[in-house]
């Protein structure tokens, strides 16, 4: 409860004190001068005595009201007055003595921190007495943007109206520079970085908390720092360490980068935090950090965390040619895009003393991914004939560069091998073919037209040529069913590989009761004097003009060949397009239904068979073309000659 006081110069009330007007405050704001004047008239007994004038100061918050009589301070004394639920004070008016002062739209913060600093009290406290005056720090506590202050001046004293006529300005002027002292800043916080920054800022310590304090306004996410200038500033420099935005560089090797760019530790790392952004600059060996600075802190400490782990396995196998290989542009990307397509991550790195080094965020995905390069980055070396300057061999080593963009690079040595360095392994494989088939058949009758992969890991050529100049294991032959190599693919047999293969031929058929091959039977003689090891023989037949019955029999003889061929261990098998010649049947199935007997094999066998290298060999380019379509549909191209 608040109770009517009545103030005056002095401390005590003295009869002699008489006056017909008071100060009234503590009213509404916006009350007008009548309901001031309709409240006190209505608190007279006397209906003689009346209020006269009511002066309103709503920048001041009082009012001056003047009565009829002099007495009717005393009426009121020791009354409590209440107005609209609101307690009244009054206080005489003397005209001498100023009225109390109110400074208001004063920054709260500032305020506030004078409310919590008893030091800093002290200090304006004893700046306003020496000017007479005292603050009443309790209406602060409500309104924390204002401070009301009273006179103590006292009309006994020397040059009191000189001192009361300036008393008012000096007060203002003396809080103001006050003020002036105190430094504030806010600094804003991101929503959802507040509980984490908070917490930091808790932590920090200053070098004089007396003279500066750190809040905070959970409401508007606010670090609010108010203080004098020098521990402000150590204050607020502390703080900003937590709270500034900044962006900040780091430099890292390039295969941290890497593993930083193709992981998922950043995004782990900002998921938290919207506003923080990590961005890896390969060009530059630079992470760049932005964001609140002690954000970034957490998150700069977070990335070194992951890197510190980052596992190490040594690559074998590379020599120094093979390393310049594989720093190259195109094979780098290349190998990037592989680990990714296995889903790898790992990033190699050449050391000082030239061995190269797999990295990656556990030991078993740095070993998966060192594996990973040593099966792809390939090196093949091939004893040739040809020597280096040869014009031709030149040509054509620059030509399955151009084709294959930057994933080989081909090698003459002065000893007369050609090296090939290949990524992926296929490329090698195929590349590899090409050049033996360019080196052993230099007249150019043979010669091969693409080269594709199998899932299993093999091989298979096209070669425009004659099937018997082949120098692989196995060479597929059809004849006659009574196996009289007389024409065709079966003379060339005789001519190039001697009679001994015909005598193999009829002495096989001399035990069969029919003297001649079985339908869709496969007989395997020797090679003779050819370069290869083994002829499979098929027997000829006639086109009947029904597809289903036809492709059947062509699956089960192809497949017997290669089981054959499996079954002696030889890794190469070489067959054209059969009865296409003599027999009549149609190129476009035949070598169609002959890739997918291949690929049926493949599929069934996989990488247990011997089989390596498969030819599909014609001496007509338009059958060979044919093949080609055909196997497009069932392998991936590896290097294709025209």
């Not at 003279?211 to 306004?217: H, L, N, Q, W």
């Not at 560089?249 to 998921?271: P, T």
């Not at 090196?379 to 994933?407: F, L, Y």
């Not at 067959?575 to 027999?583: D, N």
Request: hydrophobic fraction near 35%; charge should be neutral; include cysteine.
């Amino acid at each position: 409860m608040i109770s009517i006081s009545i103030q005056h110069g002095r401390s005590e009330y003295q009869e002699s004190d008489e006056s017909n007007s008071f100060i009234v405050q503590g009213f509404p704001n916006g009350t007008p001068p009548n309901r001031i004047e309709d409240y006190f008239n209505e608190m007279l007994v006397s209906g003689k005595d009346k209020v006269c004038e009511v002066q309103m100061d709503e920048d001041e918050g009082w009012c001056k009201v003047v009565f009829s009589n002099t007495d009717v301070l005393k009426r009121f004394s020791g009354r409590r007055l209440k107005f609209e639920d609101h307690d009244l004070t009054i206080e005489m008016h003397n005209s001498e003595i100023p009225s109390p002062v109110k400074i208001a739209n004063l920054n709260m913060n500032k305020i506030k921190f004078l409310l919590g600093s008893p030091l800093s009290k002290e200090v304006l406290d004893e700046r306003l007495q020496q000017l007479y005056a005292k603050i009443q720090w309790s209406s602060s506590i409500h309104d924390e943007s204002s401070l009301i202050i009273e006179c103590c001046l006292d009309s006994y004293m020397k040059n009191f109206k000189k001192k009361a006529h300036t008393w008012r300005r000096c007060v203002e002027r003396a809080v103001q520079q006050f003020l002036e002292t105190l430094y504030v800043t806010e600094e804003k916080i991101k929503e959802d970085e507040w509980n984490f920054l908070e917490k930091r800022v808790r932590e920090i310590r200053v070098t004089n908390d007396k003279r500066v304090f750190i809040d905070e306004d959970k409401t508007k996410f606010y670090i609010v720092i108010v203080g004098y200038k020098i521990p402000f500033i150590d204050a607020t420099n502390k703080v900003r360490l937590f709270t500034a935005d900044v962006i900040v560089s780091e430099r890292l090797e390039e295969f941290e980068i890497h593993l930083l760019s193709n992981g998922k530790v950043l995004d782990d790392i900002c998921k938290d935090f919207k506003g923080m952004k990590i961005i890896p600059k390969g060009d530059r060996n630079i992470i760049e950090f932005s964001g609140t600075a002690g954000i970034v802190a957490v998150a700069k400490q977070q990335v070194a965390e992951a890197l510190q782990k980052v596992a190490e396995v040594p690559i074998s196998g590379f020599s120094p040619d093979k390393i310049a290989f594989l720093q190259t542009p195109v094979v780098k990307l290349e190998l990037d895009n592989l680990l990714k397509e296995n889903g790898i991550l790992g990033a190699w790195k050449v050391k000082n003393d030239n061995t190269l080094v797999m990295y990656s965020l556990t030991k078993s995905s740095a070993q998966s991914a060192a594996q990973l390069v040593e099966d792809s980055v390939v090196e093949v070396s091939i004893d040739v004939d040809t020597q280096p300057d040869n014009k031709e061999w030149n040509q054509e080593v620059e030509h399955m560069k151009k084709k294959k963009g930057g994933h080989v690079n081909i090698v003459t040595t002065e000893n007369n091998k050609v090296i090939i360095f290949a990524i992926p392994k296929n490329n090698a494989k195929a590349i590899e073919e090409h050049v033996k088939i360019f080196h052993k058949y230099p007249d150019k009758k043979v010669r091969g037209t693409t080269h594709f992969s199998t899932k299993t890991g093999q091989t298979i050529t096209t070669i425009v040529g004659d099937i018997t100049d082949l120098d692989n294991d196995v060479i597929v032959c059809s004849s006659s069913r009574s196996l009289e190599l007389s024409c065709g693919v079966g003379h060339d047999l005789v001519i190039k590989g001697g009679v001994e293969i015909q005598k193999e031929c009829k002495d096989y058929l001399a035990k069969k009761p029919n003297k001649q091959l079985d339908v869709d039977e496969v007989f395997c003689s020797s090679a003779g004097k050819l370069r290869g090891k083994m002829v499979a023989h098929v027997g000829g037949k006639s086109w009947s003009n029904d597809h289903e019955k036809e492709k059947k029999s062509l699956v089960r003889v192809v497949q017997e060949a290669m089981r054959k061929t499996q079954e002696k261990k030889f890794t190469s098998f070489a067959i054209p397009a059969l009865y296409t010649g003599h027999s009549g049947f149609p190129v476009k199935e035949i070598t169609e239904w002959i890739v997918e007997a291949i690929d049926n094999f493949l599929e069934s066998h996989g990488k247990k068979t011997s089989l390596e290298n498969i030819y599909l060999c014609d001496i007509k380019k338009t059958t060979v073309d044919s093949f080609v379509t055909a196997l497009r549909k069932y392998y991936s191209l590896a290097y294709e000659r025209e």
